[in-house]
DNA sequence: TTACAAACATTGTATCTACAACTATTGTCG
DNA sequence: CGACAATAGTTGTAGATACAATGTTTGTAA
C-alpha cells in the first residue's frame, strides 16, 4: 500500500525524506508482524535473533560481545536478554576457563527444537514477503545496502 | 555496506529473508540517527513525529485518534506521548466542548520554534539519504510499497 | 427513557530500552 | 613487579512500550 496512505500523509518534502520515512514505517511494520509470529511461542523478535545466531555458530559456543556483535539492534542489553532465554531453558552460559572475564553462551537441544518449531511456520510469513519477486528483493537489498553506505 | 558485514553473518536462507532482515536492521540503523540527532533537542524520534504531525495540521487541532493513525508505530500510547510534549510546553490540550469524548491537541509557538530550530539541523542527516540518488529513492519506496501490499 | 453498544481516551502493569556507572579479569609497559 | 589501560560483562535507573482493562461520553433503538 502507498506510504501516503498508511500513515495518512498527503505529501512529503521530497523523495528522500519520504524514503527515511518508508523505511522507518516498513520496519516497524515488520517488527510487528514478527512480534506476532512468535508470539505463540513465548519469544520475542529480539529472542529469537538471538537463538538463530546462536544456532548459526552451535555447537561452538559464542561470547556475549560476539552475539552483540549479529544482533539487529545493538543497543539492546545482551546481558538481561540471555539471562531471559537461559530462564526459560533455552540457552546455557558458563564462564569461559582460558579467560574468565568472558561468558560463553550456547544455545539448548530445547532452543534447536523451539527454532525448528518456529521454522515450520515460516510459509505465511514468507507469502507476505513473496509480494516481492526475486529480482525486487535482490533490488530492494542493493538500495538499502547503498543508502548504509 | 553489505549487511552481510553489518551484521557479520555471511549468507542468508534466500534473498527474500536477507531482505526482511534488511529492511529490519536499516530501519533500527535509521531509527538510531534520528535519536541521536534530535537528542540535542531533548526529544524522541517518536516525539518529533508527532510534533511534525501537529504542524501539519496547524493552527487547525487533531484528536488523539488522529494523531495516533498517522503515527508511525501506532502502538506507542499517545495519551503518554502527548502528555511529555505538554509537559514541555510543545503542545496544548483541550476537551473538545461540542464532543466531550475527545481531546483537541494543538501545537505551540514553542513546538513551533522548536521544529524550526530542528528543520535547520537537516542537513547533515539529508547528506546521508544522498547516499541514494533520486531515482534510487524513488525506486526503492515503490519497493517498499509493493512489499507492504 | 433507559439500556446497551460504540467511540474516545486513560490507566495499570510487566516488560523492555537507553545509557551511564560499575565490577572483575587480563594485557602491557616502565 | 606494580600501576594503569583495555576487555568483558553486569547493574541501576529513568523512561518507553505492549497490551489489556477501565472510565467517560455519546449514539441508538426497543
Request: charged share 30%; hydrophobic share 35%; with cysteine.
Amino acid at each position: 500500500m502507498a506510504l501516503e496512505d498508511d500513515i495518512r500523509q498527503d505529501k512529503f518534502e521530497n523523495e528522500h525524506h519520504k524514503m527515511a520515512v518508508n523505511i522507518l514505517f516498513t520496519g516497524s511494520w515488520l517488527h510487528n508482524l514478527n512480534a506476532l509470529r512468535f508470539k505463540p511461542f513465548e519469544i520475542t523478535p529480539e529472542q529469537y535473533n538471538v537463538l538463530r545466531i546462536l544456532r548459526g555458530s552451535h555447537p561452538k559456543p559464542l561470547m556475549l560481545t560476539e552475539v552483540t556483535s549479529r544482533m539487529l539492534d545493538k543497543s539492546s542489553n545482551a546481558t538481561r536478554l540471555v539471562e531471559k532465554l537461559r530462564q526459560k531453558g533455552l540457552v546455557k552460559r558458563e564462564i569461559c576457563e582460558t579467560n574468565r572475564r568472558q561468558v560463553d553462551i550456547i544455545i539448548t537441544d530445547k532452543g534447536l527444537s523451539l527454532l525448528t518449531k518456529i521454522d515450520k511456520t515460516t510459509d505465511d510469513w514468507m507469502k507476505t514477503m513473496k509480494n516481492l519477486s526475486r529480482q525486487d528483493a535482490q533490488e530492494l537489498n542493493r538500495l538499502l545496502d547503498k543508502l548504509r553506505g
